[in-house]
């Protein structure tokens, strides 16, 4: 669905991508993590002709976005970063203009927007200016706006930021449903729960190359393995030093200190009271991999 080969983007002196090469197959929920500024949204927007490349191949559906963006928008739907929707017009309006926008035919148009403002839960809010409606029923409403032209493939460029938890679970499940109906998922967000979830293969991406590339489950097993406790200061000096008698992993950051060992029982032995025992996930393995950079570039 999408081939990036040596991809790259500079502004001006800036390297944003560097050397992307990434491969997101038909029918997969594919993730794309990285620590802010890595390079996410910039790819995004060369996927369909909005950024232009430096460098490198890219294609999209087999067409390169730098010579064929109108054919390639037509065929995906885009929950971009920022909502840019019209605040000045109605919920309704917004989604009418930007169905003759992407070719909605005309006599299609307001029942595909009832029905898509109902599977998302905002019907009560048609007749509402943009204005009037909260960051989630914005970034809900952006969601409804990518899916009006049926997309085969659909690019969710951090889609539950500032979602309560309901709101999320929800739009994991259609998520889910589109996928499972055979749309192609491209993702990016900041929660690691979020792409364990939902994302077949992932990649974690870092300065605009790919750190690491695989399955959650392998990404864990290959670079986080174990269970994890996670500790106050107070014990410092204790856990520093059953750490290198024992062979756990320490780590410690402004949060706390976090111990990784084979099991969990491990952990228990210490007879240290842990804040927080738990499998390592996603997130041991994104800070693993990018933790220096966060920090210098926090
Ligand atoms: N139009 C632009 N002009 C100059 N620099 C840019 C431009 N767009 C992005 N950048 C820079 O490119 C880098 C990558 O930005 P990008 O928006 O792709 O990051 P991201 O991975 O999406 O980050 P985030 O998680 O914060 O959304 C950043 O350093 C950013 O400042
Ligand atoms: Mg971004």
């Known amino acids: 669905m999408i081939k990036a080969r040596a991809l790259k983007k500079n502004f001006g002196e800036f390297c944003a991508v560097n050397d992307l090469t990434l491969e997101i197959r038909q029918g997969e929920c594919f993730g794309l993590l990285g620590p802010n500024g890595a390079g996410k949204s910039t790819f995004i ?10 460098a490198g191949e890219l294609s999209v559906f087999g067409l390169d976005p730098a010579t064929h963006a109108r054919v390639i928008k037509k065929r995906m739907g885009v929950v971009t970063q920022e909502n840019a929707l019209d605040e000045s017009l109605t919920v309704f309006e917004n989604m009418l203009i930007y169905c ?13 927007v009832t029905d898509l403002l109902e599977y998302m839960n905002l019907a009560h809010k048609k007749d509402d200016r943009i204005l009037a409606l909260s960051g989630g029923m914005k970034r809900r409403l952006v969601f409804v706006r990518a899916l009006l032209g049926n997309p085969e493939l659909l690019i969710l460029d951090e889609p539950t930021t500032g979602l309560d938890p309901a709101v999320r679970h929800l739009l994991w499940g259609k998520v889910k449903e589109l996928r499972q109906e055979g749309t192609t998922i491209l993702l990016t967000t900041h929660y690691m729960h979020e792409a364990e ?3 077949d293969r992932l990649v974690i991406m870092n300065k605009g190359k790919v ?7 392998k990404l864990i097993t290959e670079h986080t393995p174990g269970h994890v406790g996670i500790y106050n200061f107070d014990s410092r000096e204790e856990l520093k030093s059953l750490a290198e008698k024992k062979d756990f992993i320490f780590l410690e950051d402004s949060s706390g200190i976090y111990l990784r060992a084979s099991r969990m029982e491990d952990l228990l032995s210490t007879g240290i009271p842990a804040l927080q025992l738990r499998p390592a996930n996603l997130e041991d393995v994104f800070l693993k ?3 220096t950079e966060l920090a210098t570039d926090a």
């Open 197 to 199: 979830v939902l994302c």
């Open 100 to 112: 003759a926008f992407i070719g909605v035919p005309s006599q299609e148009r307001h029942k595909r």
């Open 289 to 291: 991999l990018t933790g």
């Open 45 to 54: 927007g060369m996927t369909y002709g909005s950024v232009e490349r430096t």
């Open 211 to 217: 750190a690491a590339e695989g399955s959650p489950a």
